[in-house]
């Protein structure tokens, strides 16, 4: 079984892990009322998906 002859310092961790970093998520707009949303989600403020009101059909 393999085992490291030194250790790998901090430094060389962190270089190897730059590229592990979460993306922030891309948010759009709303065509209703503008707020910020996710795509291919309802609108959390006025509950339209598509053109149509979701939150009152759940209602």
């Not at 901090?10 to 979460?22: A, E, G, P, V, W």
């Not at 707009?29 to 009101?53: D, M, T, W």
């Amino acid at each position: 079984m393999a085992v490291p002859k030194h250790k790998k310092s901090k430094s060389k961790r962190d270089k190897r892990r730059t590229h592990q970093k979460t993306a922030a998520p891309n948010v759009s707009s709303c065509p209703e009322c503008g707020e910020a949303k996710l795509p291919h989600f309802a609108c959390p403020q006025c509950g339209v998906y598509k053109g149509r009101n979701i939150k009152a059909a759940a209602e």
